[in-house]
Structure formats: C-alpha cells, structure tokens
C-alpha cells in the first residue's frame, strides 16, 4: 500500500495542496528591503515586559523601511490557556502604543493572511502534512506514553542521547501498509516529522544579532500534530511563518536550540527559510547573581505593573529602546523632540549577553518625559491614570477641580529647569493633597506638632504664624515674598545672614530657612513640598489664613 492511500486515511477530509496555500497565501508586495516581523504570543497570561520589548523590536524593524508587523496568537497549548488572556495581551500592546498593522488584534482580525489564531489553522497545516505524508517526510506514531518513557529509560541506562530519533524511532520503521493496519484498528496516534539528521554533525546559521553560530544538527523525530489534531509549536511556526510571509523571526533566546529542527523543516518542505534573531534576555540582579526577569519573582515583568503606577508609556518605550541599541542613549541626548521612530535600529548595536533591568533608568526617563510636557499634558495623563485605574473618586476630583490641577501643575514648570520630581502618576496625589480642604483637614487632625524644631516654643510659632497672616506678601512675586517672609523672621528673632547664624547660633531662635520651614508646615503640613511661594500663590490670601490660625490653636 502506498503513503498516498495513508495520508488520504489519516486526511480523507483535505483536499486542497501545497500549491493552492502558495496561491492563497502569495509574497507580499513590498518595497525592497521592507520587512515583515511578527509578535507570536500565548494565551497563557498577562504581557511580559520581556514580550513587550520583543514586540517593540519586530515593530520597529519592520515599520523602518515600511514593512508590515503583525500579531498571530499561538493557543495550541490548551491545557495553559487562560480565557480572556488573548484579548488582554492586545489591550496592553495598544495601551503601549505598540499595536499591530494586521493580525490578531483581540477582538477582530485584520489582514489577508489568517486566521491569524493557530487553533484557527488546522486545515492549512493538515493539507502541508498531508503531502509529507506522501513525501515520506511524516508518519504515524503509535506510541504509547509508557513505551516513551520505557525508551527513555532505556537510553538513560546506556548514557545515549535520549529522544525520539534513529533506530529509537520505532514507528519510523512501520511500513504504509502496517501504519494502515493499526489506524483501522482504532490505535491512537500522533503524526511525527521524519528527520534525516545526525547529532554529531554540526549546521552553522546566521543570527541578526549573535552573528554565526554552531549547533548540533537535527536528528528527533519531533511530534508535529497532536492527538487533537493541533500542532505542535515547532511545526506551526513553519507553516505559519511561511504562509504569512515573514522575513524575519526575532524571538528570545532561548529558542536558538530550536533552530537546527526549524532549518530542517524549512529545507524539508521546500518553503523559504527566514532569517533569524534571537533577542537577548531582561535579567535582573539577585544577590549578585544574574538571572532572567521572573514572572513569579518580580513585579515589574508584568507590563501592568507600569501602568498601575502610571509610569508614562513614552518613558518605558524609551527605556526599552535604550537597552535595544546601545547607541540610542547617544541619539537621544541629541533628539529628545524626535519621535523613536525615527531612531536607526540596527540589529547590529544589540547586546548579546542580555540586559540588566534597571528601575533606576526608568525613573530617569520618566521623569525628563513628564518634565518636558505642558501643565495640560500632565494634567490629560494623570486623569487617563486614574481611568485606567478605575479610581473614580480621583477622577471626579480631577474633573471637578481641572483648573486647580492645572495650576499646580504647572508649578515650576516652564523656567529653565522644569521640575522633575515625579517619575509615575501615582507619586502625584500624596504630594498635592493638602490642597484640597477636606484632605487637609484629615491632615490637620493627624499632625503632630512635635514636627515643628525642637528648639522653637509654641509661644515663639504662634506669634511668628500670626505675623505671617498679616504681614507676608505674597502676589507680587517670588523675590517680595521673600524679602518680607525674611523680615518677619528678623523681627521674631531669627538669623537672615547664615553666616552670622554659625558663628553666633546662640543668638538666634533659628535661621530664615526655620522660619520658612514653620510657615510650610503651617501650610502645607510637611517640611518638603512643590514651591513654598507659587503654593502660597494658589492657596490664596484667605485659606493661607485659616490654615496658619488652625495651626495656632492645635499648637495652644
């Protein structure tokens, strides 16, 4: 009996071929150089912070010479699966600004190449088997669970190679006819790929980014479609990479032991190999050792995690990109107004022993993103924070007081040096609170007036808070201010020359800066806030007063 009646027995129900997938399915037409890159994730939980980097590379490679990126889901893995993750994962990457030109986008699809879920492609890799089948480059494995493990403790016992390959590969050995007998006899099966390799050879490839590599070739004979009729991930990325035309599979690199099977598979079939990049890992530091960011272990693997903080999406893009190419921090001292985009990526510039994370690094570019937005930007971002967030109650306050908002926002934020003080939105409330009234008062009944210098009397802050409801100028501009706050701390006894207050501090209650410190927390009920003057400014003439003489009777 020959293969063809056995594909046609396992396949009775596939009639289209290899040639009609090509036809369906043809080259895509693009300009020269333009490549087409993929983000091939699992249903399996929430987006990696390591995936979203592997996201931004393919997309960034492929928009530079106008290219296509896009998103195919591989949810074969059942049993992992968790419902709803799709969609999410999809979410995220648009939250990123990091979405799809076609693909999976969670709730449709978009593109002339799909479906572009796996488990919606049983047809296109059923009619490529059929036809390995037929080539002799496939067949039936009968094999059960415990003769797998029986042979692997039989190779273990011999100190071989253990696997599913050569003379190991008993099912390989069956002939059409036999494979026929067993399939009508009701005896489950898997379809396994037929290799011709040998692991003592050694196959040389070219990697984007690792450059030439030698590895072991090929010689398992590696399932290729399940029990239930789904590929395995192997066989899928071939059929899937082929047909979707892509040029180029960056991928982590862990998967580079996985490259001598692919080739083979590639070559097998006849289909254009792509090219390859494995993308170095996102390690972190754990007691001086290096090791790969943990889903488990460290929050920020979660790309959630930066957006329940409100870091701003540009700043964590930008960070990405810094540990891509290791020149872009050049670039980018000298382009800050340039989109990333317009960034020359280069496979080239990548590191080949991986990144180490630094939160540190984060926090820097977050903190010159935010410092370079106008008040309304801050103010725009901080409500989509507290959106995303569904804290309603932050944003009725947001929307109720938008004005507010925007003028202490906009606190030291157009001099020269614009204030960096916040590195994600979630910093923003706790160190703007006291203005709003009903806060403040849950403040006021929670200060301890043991924060005032241990030095002053509640005397000596009384009379110097009453001073200052009605001699402090304020509205005539920061140098005024001053000069007046530092009267009024003369004329209670404190030092307006430091050097005089070093040299003779026994003379004095205290200092200017003693004195500014009293009023702040008069104020503001902290001894570090945004400018003392521009708050003041905001706060105006009548609540500055009952805040001081609040004050005044917690401290009688």
């Not at 980014?209 to 899928?236: C, M, R, W």
């Not at 590191?351 to 570019?365: H, P, Q, R, T």
């Amino acid at each position: 009996m020959s293969r063809e009646k056995l594909a046609n027995i396992i396949f009775p129900e596939i009639t289209e071929t290899i040639a009609d997938l090509e036809k369906k399915y043809p080259h895509r037409n693009l300009k020269a150089g333009a490549e087409v890159t993929r983000f091939a994730p699992s249903p399996t939980g929430f987006l990696h912070t390591g995936s979203l980097f592997a996201a931004l590379v393919s997309r960034t490679v492929a928009h530079q010479n106008g290219g296509v990126f896009f998103v195919r889901l591989e949810d074969t893995d059942t049993k992992r699966e968790i419902e709803g993750a799709g969609e999410n994962l999809l979410k995220e990457m648009q939250l990123f600004k990091v979405f799809p030109d076609e693909g999976y986008l969670g709730d449709k699809e978009v593109g002339k190449y799909g479906p572009y879920k796996q488990s919606e492609r049983a047809n296109i890799y059923k009619t490529v088997i059929k036809q390995m089948i037929k080539d002799d480059l496939a067949y039936p494995c009968f094999c059960t669970t415990e003769d797998l493990a029986f042979l692997r403790a039989t190779q273990e016992a011999s100190k071989v190679v253990s696997g599913y390959y050569g003379h190991y590969a008993t099912c390989s050995k069956l002939t059409a006819a036999e494979a026929i007998a067993k399939i009508e006899a009701g005896i489950p099966y898997v379809i396994r790929f037929r290799s011709r390799g040998n692991h003592d050879n050694r196959v040389t490839f070219n990697d984007e980014v690792k450059g030439p590599i030698e590895i072991a070739e090929n010689d398992q004979h590696i399932v290729i479609l399940k029990s239930d009729g789904l590929p395995t991930y192997h066989f899928a990325h071939v059929c899937d990479d082929h047909f979707m035309r892509t040029t180029v599979v960056s991928r982590g690199e862990e998967w580079i032991s996985s490259v001598p099977l692919h080739l083979e598979m590639f070559a097998a079939v006849k289909f254009n190999t792509p090219r390859y990049a494995h993308l170095p890992t996102i390690d972190k530091l754990d007691d001086g050792n290096k090791r790969k960011l943990s889903k488990r272990r460290d929050p920020e693997a979660a790309v959630t995690y930066f957006l329940e903080l409100g870091y701003p999406v540009q700043a964590i893009l930008t960070y990405l990109m810094s540990i891509a190419n290791s020149n872009f921090e050049e670039w980018w001292t000298e382009n800050r107004q340039a989109p990333l985009s317009a960034f020359p990526f280069s496979f080239s510039k990548m590191s080949v022993d991986g990144a180490l994370f630094d939160i540190e690094k984060v926090n820097f570019f977050a903190r010159e993103y935010i410092a370079s937005l106008t008040a309304k930007e801050v103010v725009d971002e901080y409500l989509e924070f507290a959106k995303y967030n569904k804290n309603e109650q932050l944003v009725r306050r947001i929307k109720d007081n938008y004005e507010l908002f925007l003028q202490i926002m906009n606190i030291e934020r157009e001099g020269e040096k614009p204030r960096k003080d916040y590195s994600y939105y979630a910093m923003v409330y706790p160190s703007i609170r006291f203005f709003f009234n009903d806060e403040f008062s849950v403040m006021h009944d929670e200060f301890d007036v043991n924060e005032f210098k241990e030095s002053l009397t509640k005397e000596t802050l009384i009379a110097l808070l009453e001073s200052f409801k009605t001699e402090l100028t304020y509205g005539e501009g920061n140098n005024v201010w001053f000069d007046s706050l530092k009267n009024i701390a003369e004329k209670h006894g404190f030092a307006t020359n430091n050097k005089a207050y070093r040299t003779n501090p026994e003379l004095y209650k205290g200092n200017v800066a003693d004195a500014a410190e009293a009023l702040r927390l008069a104020i503001v009920l902290n001894k570090k806030s945004l400018n003392l003057y521009e708050v003041l400014s905001i706060l105006g003439k009548n609540e500055i007063e009952k805040r001081l003489t609040a004050m005044q009777n917690k401290l009688k």
